[in-house]
């Protein structure tokens, strides 16, 4: 399974635009990139998935460039609500587990 | 949006009595997962369930462990003799078709053995 490296933290304002990027140098040709948030006593949450380039959904944007090494997750204009742990995950499309990281913990300020 | 349902919320146990964590996945969902998180500490994983079966499972999940899909809606995790190490917020998640798609978690089941 491939490592990833990210932040440990971040400290961003509301309105503003919020990029965490992610490292993955040993990704595999089936692997596919997947953030998740996690609030406070409550259960990771899938945000984003993207195999190559850009993916947009209505709450983010995943950018992930050719050799796809690293990823960015982008959040537009943050709200105080959006503070939480992000976890960028690799897994491979046809195994069965995901494993965790550290995260990065956003803190939004007003 | 289709959820997870955890239950109980909170379990208090004395150590060494046995656990049962209950779950009910998503329903058209075939690949179902625990985790448990320590406070202040990383989701951690320990086993996933597909076609009746574990298809793997960490190191975490010794003997003491195992989980069950007993009537084709329940997921369950059983800790047979529980430690005080085990004390943390077990998380339940399902798929629809493995780890390509998103993973739908439920809100966890706080477990402090004492």
């Known amino acids: 399974l491939a490592k990833t490296t990210q932040p440990i933290s971040m400290d961003s304002y509301e309105g503003q635009e919020v990029n965490i990027t992610c490292s993955h140098n040993?990704?595999?040709?089936?692997?596919?990139i997947t953030w998740y948030q996690q609030f406070p006593s409550q259960g990771p949450r899938f945000i984003i998935q993207g195999y190559k380039t850009k993916v947009t959904n209505e709450v983010a944007s995943l950018f992930i460039p050719a050799d796809r090494k690293s990823s960015t997750l982008s959040l537009p204009r943050v709200s105080l609500s959006d503070t939480a742990v992000y976890y960028c995950l690799v897994a491979m499309n046809r195994d069965d587990k995901i494993i965790f990281g550290k995260g990065t913990r956003l803190h939004i300020l007003p | 949006e289709p959820e997870v349902t955890q239950t109980p919320s909170h379990q208090v146990t004395q150590m060494g009595q046995e656990v049962i964590l209950r779950c009910v996945p998503i329903s058209n969902h075939l690949y179902f997962y625990w985790y448990r998180q320590i406070l202040g500490q990383k989701v951690e994983f320990l086993v996933s369930?597909?076609?009746?079966?574990?298809?793997?499972k960490s190191e975490i999940f010794d003997d003491q462990f195992s989980v069950e899909r007993p009537d084709g809606s329940n997921f369950t995790l059983k800790i047979r003799s529980t430690k005080l190490e085990d004390s943390a917020m077990y998380f339940c998640?399902?798929?629809?078709?493995?780890?390509?798609?998103?993973?739908?978690f439920g809100s966890g089941t706080q477990l402090s053995v004492l």
């Open positions: 998640a399902s798929s629809g078709a493995g780890v390509n798609e998103k993973l739908f």
């Open positions: 369930f597909y076609n009746n079966e574990i298809s793997e």
């Open positions: 040993n990704i595999a040709t089936n692997d596919y």
